[in-house]
Nanobody, 119 residues
Framework: QVQLVESGGGLVQPGGSLRLSCTASGITSRAFSGSTMGWYRQAPGKQRDLVASMTSRNIITSADPVNGRCTISRDIAKKTVHLQADTLGPEYAGVYYC??????????WGDGTLVTVSS
């Protein structure tokens, strides 16, 4: 059973930074390297939207509300994907979910980690 565990959420001051991590278990590093990993955000009362994703060929898709503030990366050996976000504004608040997608559109979700942007 594939499991994803997110960490790194919490309270961030406006203009601050955060680094989220998501570690996968129940799969091999080879399977992890062949997957597409993504971070999604769900703001209160809104749908879950893509923030950034990275394919097995390291092709990155970014839906960052403000270009250049979010960076996705991954460590295959540790089966972990990170999201670095800098100079945060209130539009970055929400629950961040990690997603892993395999060939054939089989995917799994983590339980999410809450990010609050407030002074």
């Amino acid at each position: 059973q594939v499991q994803l565990v997110e960490s790194g959420g919490g309270l961030v001051q406006p203009g601050g930074s955060l680094r989220l991590s998501c570690t996968a278990s129940g799969i091999t590093s080879r399977a992890f390297s062949g997957s597409t990993m993504g971070w999604y955000r769900q703001a209160p009362g809104k749908q879950r939207d893509l923030v950034a994703s990275m394919t097995s060929r390291n092709i990155i898709t970014s839906a960052d509300p403000v270009n250049g503030r979010c960076t996705i990366s991954r460590d295959i050996a540790k089966k972990t994907v990170h999201l670095q976000a800098d100079t945060l504004g209130p539009e970055y608040a929400g629950v961040y979910y990690c997603n892993i997608k395999f060939f054939g559109d089989i995917d799994y979700w983590g339980d999410g980690t809450l990010v609050t942007v407030s002074s």
